[in-house]
């Protein structure tokens, strides 16, 4: 059966991941005074975050519309895909699922199974790889998606923001008042909330030095209730600087695991800023199957 695995630019993939492993990219629009950019072919990172400290207005994201969705779809079926498994960023922070949902039903030339990874980044990107290795395996459509849930179960996340307006002015933190208005140097720590799925901020912390400690011992506590192998990303938000010295600093304590590093492309920098970083962890994708 032929399976094509989709995503969108949101998983910040490498070239090299896109190309190895035949996944196929929806590109989300980011618009930054009043110019609409495709995040991934027609803006970079570092081109945007040079945009976000001249923009005139505050920058926002959009969603491809239907219609082009549908060809996008039905172009995978005329290429003889019987079946597309479409994986993307969380319908907490983005309405891109639910438009999927209606697209499904529209497209009559494949089946198109959309994926709520609940999550969104490079730790959405190891789903998408784990989801592109099983279909190199021949796995059955339904059967990824089971394991994709049980994968996506694993994955945990700490993010430190270094100031909330944008998550605040976009609407993305679900609890934004009882943090609005705390005195400078004050860290969020923010997480998606394991039941509702939304981002929530769920402590304060002084100074970045303790947020990131703070993030160190969260994932040192969950460590410590977990019975298979683990994989961390440390993802930054144009300060690459500071995640590898992250990266390195966790590498040294945790030599068993492997330590990535990704980044805040343009569409999730717009929700958290720059100089945000995180620490996310899930089960490791290259023991998995």
Known sequence: ?????????????????????DIKVIPIPVIIDNQVYQEGIDITSDEFYK???????????????????????????????????????????SGFVQTLQTVAAEVKNTRVIPFDSQITVMVMGNLVLAAAKMVKQGFDPDIIIKKLEQ????????FIVDDLQNLVRGG?????????????????LLTFDRHSHK???????????????????????????IDYPLRLIVIHANDETAAIQWQTKLAEKYPAYPVDISYFGPVIGTHLGERAIALAWMEDIDKLL
């Open 151 to 158: 994968l996506r179960a694993t994955t945990n996340e700490v």
């Open 199 to 225: 981002i929530v901020a769920f402590e304060k912390v002084r100074s970045m030095k303790k947020a990131i400690k703070r993030a160190e011992e969260l994932f040192e506590n969950d460590r410590q209730t």
């Open 51 to 93: 945009k976000l400290k001249n923009s005139s207005s505050f920058p926002s994201t959009s969603q491809p519309s239907i219609g082009e969705l549908i060809d996008f779809y039905e172009k995978l079926g005329d290429e003889g895909y019987e079946a597309v498994i479409s994986i993307h960023l969380a319908s907490t922070i």
């Open 172 to 188: 993305r933190l679900s609890n934004a008042s009882a943090f609005i208005g705390s005195v400078l140097k004050i860290k969020p």
């Open 1 to 21: 059966m032929k399976i094509a695995v989709v995503t969108d630019s949101t998983a910040y993939l490498t070239k090299q991941q896109v190309e190895e492993n």
